[in-house]
């Protein structure tokens, strides 16, 4: 099961940030509403052992790359063998949002449900290895 | 536009003070003042980040003013997070070239030791966007996330960035007003206890109490304001698109080297702000000091160091010097200033002519690129 989560997306420039937010923070007009699916690729993580007050430790914390290129701030139960560039599932608990590993049965489900031609869905598949094998280039790209 | 001069610099030393901020904002003023034989100076601006929540005080520019025995000059605080003393300079910069003042005191400083580090992370971490702080975000946390994306690029392992601290901290040992004047290995720095995974506590600067200050005049003196650059970049990390960059100083860095005239090429020393050891990777290739990719290899070939190619952070950095908030970025100030006049007793790079000091605010929120030369 696959979480919904809510976003905006300026009108000007297309950003798409989630949770909502009023103005864009590039250009000073409203954002209008946007949805996305609840799973994305792992930017970074990192693991606090002195967490804040109110956290206990060890604070896992990831920021993930949803649909759009919408960044996501989330926490995590584990990071035990997670990977920059992982796929991984949001879920909300209490309205606190976590991330967790998908298996590759979870991540056929993804492509199953993607789009509805056997075409869409092989070249869904076909860019996600794409993206896997070119990574370290678009990810190191500066201008 | 007038022309901007440096008149007199002075700091206090750095680390675990007794004295109450406004005393030691005073005696960092009063060297400067001393050094730039001047009384009294037209204007004063004030850089302290958060006195408030520190020390229990506001109100902080009339507070010094009056202090120090300057309460009839016009006095204003500047704040920009952790850059405020980078920001105060510019405030003063700016009276100055637009002749609206021909000398002005810039003083900044900040008091934290007395305060637990749970505490000082939770003030400090004030600067961060207030959603990502209900995810437990601190300062060393995001610098972890930022550090975890750099490691994934090729050729920046463990073993770079530490060499980054013991650099910085074989530079500091040089400097008498540092807070931790002690020299530190490779092993030491991947032993230290993990902060913020893979950030450890050797990466990352003390909590530090001090004050630093410049004098500023549009009379000629030898060390001239050649640039100053201003960059900002998104409160919240989340909106920002790559994180082994800061936007906010190519910007700065940008808008410094056009107003100056010169290139990074000139640049023979630099005040560079690694809070965390990472940062100053980061922030070379950002400066344009060195090529993209190209920071971790030059570290570790001893390239920035004191008898380098190209000496970064002579003082100690941030990671050694020590970090009170807002004397950092005038403390820069004060060593370039040092260097380019040939009184870096014992840690001088010769013939030094140009020097630049990057200072960030927040994470990366608010920095600032300032180029000195000699005149």
Not at chain 2, 27 to 38: E, Q, V
Not at chain 2, 182 to 200: C, M, N
Request: charged letters at 20%.
């Amino acid at each position: 099961m696959i979480e919904t989560i809510a976003a905006s997306r300026c009108p000007r420039c297309a950003l798409v940030v989630a949770p909502p937010a009023a103005y864009c923070p590039h250009h000073p007009v409203a954002m209008g509403p946007a949805t996305l699916s609840g799973v994305g690729e792992v930017v970074t993580f990192t693991t606090l052992h002195t967490p804040p007050a109110g956290f206990r430790s060890p604070l896992h914390i990831a920021i993930v790359e949803l649909e759009d290129g919408a960044r996501f701030v989330c926490h995590g139960a584990d990071t035990r063998g997670l990977k920059v560039g992982a796929t991984v599932a949001i879920e909300a608990i209490d309205d606190v949002y976590y991330f967790s590993h998908l298996g590759a049965l979870d991540r056929a489900r993804l492509f199953w449900r993607r789009a509805g031609h056997a075409g869409d869905r092989v070249n869904a598949i076909a860019r996600s290895l794409a993206k896997r094998v070119f990574r370290s280039p678009t990810v190191n790209k500066r201008p | 536009m007038q022309r901007v001069f440096v008149a007199g610099v002075g700091m206090t030393r750095i680390g675990r003070r007794s004295e109450p901020l406004a005393q030691l904002m005073a005696d960092a003023a009063l060297a400067a003042l001393t050094d730039a034989g001047l009384e009294t100076p037209e204007s004063v601006v004030v850089a302290t980040m958060n006195p408030e929540e520190f020390v229990g005080d506001g109100n902080f520019a009339s507070h010094v003013a009056t202090h120090m025995g300057l309460a009839d000059v016009p006095a204003l605080r500047i704040e920009t997070a952790t850059s405020s003393g980078a920001a105060a300079l510019y405030t003063a910069f700016a009276q100055v070239a637009a002749g609206l003042r021909r000398t002005v005191l810039v003083v900044g400083g900040e008091k934290m030791t007395h305060l637990d580090t749970p505490r000082v992370s939770e003030i400090i971490g004030r600067s961060i966007d207030p959603y990502e702080r209900t995810y437990g975000a601190t300062m060393p946390a995001l610098a972890g996330l930022v550090t975890r994306a750099l490691m994934s690029r090729h050729g920046v392992g463990a073993r770079e960035i530490a060499q980054v601290a013991v650099k910085n901290h074989a530079h500091g040992a040089r400097n008498p007003l540092a807070h931790f004047p002690t020299p530190v290995t490779v092993e030491e720095v991947l032993e230290s206890r993990i902060v913020a995974d893979p950030l450890r506590l050797l990466h990352c600067c003390p909590i530090s109490d001090g004050a630093a200050s410049v004098v500023l005049t549009a009379e000629r003196a030898r060390v001239r304001i050649a640039g100053i650059g201003h960059g900002t970049d998104t409160l919240a990390v989340r909106y920002r698109r790559d994180l082994t960059a800061f936007t906010a100083t190519r910007a700065a860095a940008r808008e410094a080297y056009a107003m100056a005239g010169f290139g990074p090429e000139r640049v023979d020393v630099a005040e560079v702000h690694d809070a965390f050891a990472p940062f100053e990777l980061i922030s070379l290739e950002d400066l344009g000091l060195l090529p993209p990719g190209k920071a971790a290899r030059a570290t570790l070939d001893g390239d920035t160091t004191l008898e380098g190619r190209l000496p970064i952070n002579p003082s100690g950095g941030l990671k050694s010097r020590g970090h009170p908030l807002a004397a950092t970025g005038l403390a820069q100030i004060v060593e370039c200033v040092w260097q380019l006049t040939g009184r870096a007793v014992g840690r001088q790079v010769q013939g030094a002519h140009h020097a630049l000091a990057h200072s960030i605010g927040g994470l990366a929120t608010n920095n600032w690129v300032t180029l000195l030369e000699s005149a």
